[in-house]
């Protein structure tokens, strides 16, 4: 008992979906109609990708990768620009909070071994934006991405128009924060051999493997079969670290949001305020309970998936609360440095509304709302 709240407590997220669900359930009590809420498509997909990077994540790939890229820069302005590159580009194929979970430690050790931690605040910040708003482009970047891709069954080139110009706005804002830091000299020498090519070579073959199941192109029941019975034999510590708070939050909110959408009142309360500016109420919506609960809960009211969509990746900067992956930076911020929590704080704020500021005017011109 005392490891499930512990469990809960460390889950915010968790912790208020699964009492949305159970309250949902005073309304709408448990039938027939409860086996049709779960999305078992983004969960076989979403479990498979998550033990894979667990497990890629045990051979230290993605940090001696990243370390061998970070040691060929010279310059403060360089290694910051890296380290954000290297957190935008890794969202993009292993997930914002597992980007932020393997290359927010590299931050800080570069940083602190080259007498360069007062940058700490501004580069965490950036590498949380840049975790949020990097995995956007790809159906598998980020949990609300995977959700939408095959509730509306969008088509993979569609889904790529659709986010590429808040994609592209986006990498030109961070890389233009990134010159604002002095450009000073910096040496970095660290260990950068891989100390299990084998294992990689088997675990990049799975990570590839699971990409297709995404990608529909191999049906996900198949994936719930080689993923955990090659990592149960290969690396079984990966099983263990997945992240299942995040699946049962996934699971919660499913049954919260199909509840809702049998509630009459509720129904056409979302549905008028989607009709009205789909892009704008998901964005908001965000910051008050977060882009994956809000993607479910609303996919439920509307089909104008390509505003959903867009608000719904936006709305992952704004509060801290806005994304989960702003809590994991946070934690690892304070931890660090618990004297500047506040400051941290001040800056997290105004550089996230000014992104979701530029970022919804470029996109509610994209989709003709002004």
């Known amino acids: 008992m005392g490891k499930v709240l512990n469990v809960l407590k460390n889950n915010v997220v968790l912790t208020v979906a699964l009492i949305a669900a159970v309250l949902s359930a005073v309304a709408i009590p448990p039938d027939a109609a409860y086996a049709g809420y779960f999305d078992l498509r983004t969960l076989s997909c979403l479990f498979c990708t998550l033990a894979v990077i667990c497990a890629l994540k045990e051979v230290d790939f993605f940090y001696i990768l990243a370390k061998k890229l970070i040691i060929l820069c010279g310059s403060t302005r360089i290694?910051?620009?890296?380290?954000?590159?290297?957190?935008?580009?890794?969202?993009?194929?292993?997930?914002?909070?597992?980007?932020?979970?393997?290359?927010?430690?590299?931050?800080?050790?570069?940083?602190?071994?080259?007498?360069?931690?007062?940058?700490?605040?501004?580069?965490?910040?950036?590498?949380?934006?840049?975790?949020?708003?990097?995995?956007?482009?790809?159906?598998?970047?980020?949990?609300?991405?995977?959700?939408?891709?095959?509730?509306?069954?969008?088509p993979t080139g569609e889904f790529m128009q659709i986010m590429a110009l808040p994609f592209v706005i986006s990498v030109l804002i961070i890389t233009a924060c990134c010159l604002f830091v002095k450009n000073e000299r910096i040496e970095i020498r660290a260990d950068t051999r891989f100390r299990s090519p084998k294992k990689i070579a088997l675990y990049l073959a799975l990570f590839f493997f699971s990409i297709l199941i995404v990608f529909r192109l191999i049906p996900y029941w198949l994936g719930?079969?080689?993923?955990?019975?090659?990592?149960?034999?290969?690396?079984?510590?990966?099983l263990a670290k997945v992240d299942y708070p995040l699946l049962l939050t996934f699971c919660a909110f499913f049954v919260f949001a199909g509840n809702m959408s049998r509630i009459g009142v509720v129904r056409e309360f979302f549905s008028f305020l989607l009709d009205k500016n789909t892009l704008l109420v998901s964005a908001l919506s965000c910051q008050v309970i977060s882009n994956v609960p809000s993607a479910v809960l609303l996919s439920q009211f509307t089909q104008n998936y390509p505003q959903l969509l867009v608000g719904v990746n936006i709305g992952g900067v704004g509060t801290l609360i806005s994304s989960l992956a702003s809590l994991i930076t946070f934690r690892e911020y304070s931890k660090r440095d618990p004297s500047g929590v506040k400051w941290y704080l001040l800056m997290f704020t105004a550089m996230n509304f000014m992104f979701l500021i530029v970022l919804y005017i470029v996109c509610a011109l994209q989709f003709g709302l002004f």
């Open 224 to 238: 719930m079969i080689v993923v955990p019975l090659v990592l149960i034999f290969a690396e079984r510590r990966a």
């Open 79 to 154: 290694v910051l620009l890296a380290l954000i590159y290297i957190t935008f580009i890794g969202s993009m194929i292993i997930a914002n909070d597992m980007a932020l979970i393997t290359f927010l430690p590299l931050g800080y050790h570069i940083l602190d071994t080259s007498g360069k931690k007062r940058l700490m605040a501004y580069t965490f910040i950036l590498q949380n934006i840049a975790a949020n708003l990097g995995g956007m482009l790809t159906p598998f970047g980020n949990p609300q991405n995977l959700f939408l891709y095959s509730k509306f069954n969008i």
